[in-house]
């Protein structure tokens, strides 16, 4: 018999989603994730299993909590340059570094990460009745305008060429 | 240092060397259904330990054997702390085993694709 557990997994998770969410897989040592997240090393590796067991509920945590919400507030979105507001406002930071640091190595992350862009992908196509190659273009592109930081407004100015979409 | 191999629907751990004489064991055989997740983990060689039965433990220097910690049976063989690998295990004698591994990174890896 192990010690109780003395820590609530509900806020632990949701701290080790900004953790993953602001550094690369490997850049969150085991260090980092005890000092941040106040949990004893033993009850980390008794409740999860490893840091990729943490990882994957963080990100499915993150999944959950950020992304349905967004494919939810997309499903109302009125037009394309709304959409894209949207999704490049919103808090994607664990899906965006999971896509590119984790996904082409574990493929379990992978499958996670495509269907969270899949609903995000259906809830636009369902919005503004458009193919989902389309939507799925949409997403791309604004994935991309959060990649570069929306450098001269180039976020609005797609918008404005996306309206006619609807 | 250990050696980390699957054997068809097993893990098994090898203790090479010496090391078989500190830790008392030469391997370690454990279904992979048993087995939770492998992560490389530097930091816990400066973690307490609990305590030692049987085993051999010279801080710094090595750290091999049986500890019991919080309840948990936690065995060790870590020489260096820099490949130290975290075996969380489940319905075994062991809670966890910490043992230090050629290429961390790769053990972990082979530990946890098997699981997938």
Redesign the interface.
């Known amino acids: 018999?192990?010690?109780q557990r003395a820590f609530d997994e509900d806020e632990v998770v949701r701290a080790a989603v900004e953790l993953f969410g602001g550094r690369a897989f490997d850049g969150v040592?085991?260090?980092d994730l005890?000092t941040h997240l106040g949990v004893h090393?033993?009850s980390l590796?008794?409740t999860?299993?490893?840091?990729?067991?943490l990882y994957l509920v963080a990100l499915r945590r993150h999944l959950a909590d950020d992304v349905g919400p967004l494919a939810e507030a997309l499903a109302g979105a009125a037009d394309a340059a709304e959409a894209l507001r949207l999704v490049t406002s919103a808090d994607l930071g664990l899906l965006v570094l999971a896509a590119v640091d984790r996904a082409p190595a574990d493929?379990?992350v992978a499958a996670e990460v495509a269907a969270a862009f899949a609903v995000v992908d259906q809830a636009i196509a369902d919005a503004l009745g458009v193919p989902a190659e389309l939507a799925a273009a949409l997403t791309a592109a604004a994935l991309g305008v959060r990649l570069r930081g929306n450098p001269d407004g180039v976020g609005a100015a797609l918008a404005r060429r996306l309206d006619p979409l609807d | 240092m250990a050696l980390v191999r699957i054997d068809g629907e097993d893990l098994v751990v090898v203790m090479e060397g010496l090391d078989k004489l500190w830790a008392f064991k030469s391997s370690v055989t454990i279904p992979l259904a048993n087995v939770?997740?492998?992560?490389a983990?530097?930091?816990?060689a400066a973690?307490p330990k609990g305590i030692r039965a049987p085993g051999a433990h010279v801080p710094g220097v090595i750290t091999a054997g049986t500890f019991h910690?919080?309840?948990?049976k936690i065995f060790w063989d870590v020489r260096d702390a820099s490949k130290a690998v975290?075996i969380?295990l489940a319905d075994e004698r062991y809670?966890?085993m910490v043992v230090q591994v050629d290429d961390p990174r790769a053990t972990?890896a082979l530990v946890?694709n098997a699981l997938?």
């Open positions: 018999m192990g010690r040592s085991v260090d005890v090393r033993n590796y008794k999860f299993g490893s840091k990729r067991g493929e379990e | 939770r997740g492998a992560t983990d530097p930091g816990i973690d910690q919080d309840g948990e975290v969380e809670s966890r972990v946890e997938r």
